[in-house]
């Protein structure tokens, strides 16, 4: 499975969008992009994922770009609960996630 | 229920005990996973359970640890011996299609034991 790359930490103004990037230069073709989230003392929580289209849904939007080298996780308008770790993971028929450190994102009042 | 659930929430227990983990899946799911969390950092895979398929027990830390499901639905962690090492939450998630199959969505954990051995 194709290992990502994300920042350690970010900050983001409430009601702001926070946009969440991860790279994943080495994704092969029949790997899917997964996006979860984890808030303090809570289970992971999925949120999103996608193959090569752009993809929505209630909770976010990820955009994949055409190389699908890279791809961003968008929270349109960030609340003091979207705090939480936020993980990228690649992978294909394999179902051995690779959960790395992830993205700590804080929502600022 | 709608969700994964775990009992129990909270175990501390003496070091040498042997600890019993249970997990309840999302009726339906075929897929049921366990993984560890030491404090600080990531997810750590142990098992995977796949309807009738035998499970990839290749994540198991030690012959200490092992995992049972019953057919599609509940299934234990149980940590022999314990050791202050195995002080961790253990997370339980399940699937309903095999990850990476066209349309499969994604693992719905539970809220996770959390063990402490003293």
């Known amino acids: 499975d194709a290992k990502t790359t994300q920042p350690p930490s970010m900050d983001c103004a409430e009601g702001r969008a926070a946009n969440l990037p991860c790279n994943h230069s080495?994704?092969?073709?029949?790997?899917?992009v997964y996006w979860y989230r984890q808030i303090h003392s809570q289970g992971p929580q999925y949120i999103i994922h996608?193959?090569?289209n752009n993809e929505t849904n209630e909770m976010a939007s990820l955009i994949i770009t055409e190389d699908r080298k890279s791809s961003t996780l968008i929270l349109p308008h960030a609340t003091l609960r979207d705090t939480a770790v936020y993980y990228c993971?690649?992978?294909?028929?394999?179902?051995?996630?690779?959960f790395g450190t992830g993205t700590r994102l804080k929502v600022l009042a | 229920g709608a969700g994964v659930s775990q009992s129990p929430s909270n175990k501390v227990t003496e070091k040498g005990k042997d600890v019993e983990l249970r997990c309840d899946p999302i009726?339906?799911?075929?897929?049921l996973y366990w993984y560890r969390q030491r404090l600080g950092q990531g997810l750590e895979f142990l098992i995977y359970?796949?309807?009738?398929?035998?499970?990839?027990k290749s994540g198991l830390p030690s012959d200490r640890f092992s995992a049972e499901r019953t057919g599609e639905s509940v299934s234990t962690l149980t940590i022999q011996r314990t050791q202050q090492e195995d002080s961790a939450v253990y997370l339980c998630?399940?699937?309903?299609?095999?990850?990476?199959?066209?349309?499969?969505?994604?693992?719905?954990f539970g809220p996770g034991t959390r063990l402490t051995v003293l």
């Open positions: 996608g193959l090569k």
């Open positions: 993971i690649v992978h294909s028929g394999t179902y051995k996630y690779i």
């Open positions: 998630a399940s699937s309903h299609l095999t990850p990476g199959t066209s349309g499969a969505g994604g693992q719905f």
């Open positions: 009726s339906g799911h075929t897929a």
């Open positions: 080495t994704i092969s073709g029949n790997e899917y």
């Open positions: 359970f796949q309807g009738n398929s035998a499970p990839d």
